[in-house]
């Protein structure tokens, strides 16, 4: 694609789009919290662990002013996706703030020490609206890996924020997919995924959105023809139980 990101910074991935990560050239896991702007509305996915905490609000602050945050997306209760949850609700300072989650996660969520209110998806249609009119359609992925996963689908660019689906583990980690995203995929699916066949029914579910790009929790952002073919590349990559019984 001719990118070359700077990872030190807040990277825009569309005008309304940012990666707001931290780039750990030690590790093979990288995170990627990503911040939505909408007009009065700001949301944040996934805003990380406690060690990321300075880097991924420094980038933040580099695109709004936190106070701005409306909503925070917490995909599924693991530290690495949401355990500076409490601390990144102090910084943004407003009472109004909206933690989206699945039900189910709350109780988890909860030992974090939050204080603010829960938009629980389930039980909201699974959707939400923000002022502008635009909409946020959330899908719960049991055991993918979490019993209590959610994604979200903004209908306006036609993202979708994948949480650890479509992630990957990688020493040569780039934000955008390479020749290698398949392989990362490979090593991060078959560890955390319990099997092919919740992996095969979560496709379908998604069969009929309008998919411009996806973007996990962890690994690299797909877009164009990496799309299709990582759901093809799913479909057919044993997980879990099916490496241990075949």
């Given at each position: 694609m001719g990118r070359s990101p700077d990872y030190e910074n807040a990277i825009a991935i569309l005008r309304d789009i940012y990666w707001v990560g931290f780039y750990d050239r030690e590790a093979d896991l990288h995170c990627n919290p990503y911040l939505l702007l909408d007009d009065e509305d700001v949301i944040l996915f996934d805003p990380g662990s406690i060690p990321h905490f300075a880097v991924v609000m420094r980038k933040v602050i580099d695109v709004v002013n936190p106070e701005e945050i409306s909503h925070l997306v917490l995909s599924h209760q693991d530290p690495d996706?949401?355990?500076?949850?409490?601390?990144?609700?102090?910084?943004?300072?407003?009472p109004d703030l909206l933690l989206i989650n699945h039900s189910s996660q709350t109780r988890l969520i909860q030992h974090y020490g939050v204080h603010s209110k829960f938009f629980e998806v389930d039980k909201n249609h699974y959707q939400l609206k923000l002022k502008?009119?635009?909409?946020?359609?959330?899908?719960?992925?049991?055991?993918?890996?979490?019993?209590?996963?959610?994604?979200?689908?903004?209908?306006?660019?036609?993202?979708?924020?994948?949480?650890?689906?479509?992630?990957?583990?990688?020493?040569?980690?780039?934000?955008?997919?390479?020749?290698?995203?398949?392989?990362?995929?490979?090593?991060?699916?078959?560890?955390?995924?319990?099997?092919?066949?919740?992996?095969?029914?979560?496709?379908?579910?998604?069969?009929?959105?309008?998919?411009?790009?996806?973007?996990?929790?962890?690994?690299?952002?797909?877009?164009?023809?990496?799309?299709?073919?990582?759901?093809?590349?799913?479909?057919?990559?044993?997980?879990?139980?099916?490496?241990?019984?075949?």
């Open positions: 996706v949401c355990g500076n949850v409490a601390v990144v609700e102090d910084l943004i300072g407003r502008s009119g635009r909409v946020l359609e959330f899908f719960h992925t049991p055991y993918l890996h979490s019993p209590f996963g959610i994604i979200t689908y903004d209908h306006e660019t036609k993202s979708l924020f994948t949480s650890d689906l479509f992630g990957g583990l990688s020493d040569h980690w780039s934000l955008f997919a390479t020749e290698h995203v398949f392989e990362s995929m490979n090593r991060w699916h078959q560890i955390i995924i319990p099997s092919n066949k919740v992996l095969v029914d979560f496709l379908d579910r998604i069969r009929g959105l309008d998919i411009r790009r996806i973007l996990p929790q962890h690994g690299s952002i797909l877009e164009g023809d990496y799309i299709g073919q990582a759901m093809e590349h799913l479909r057919k990559l044993p997980c879990g139980i099916d490496l241990h019984h075949p």
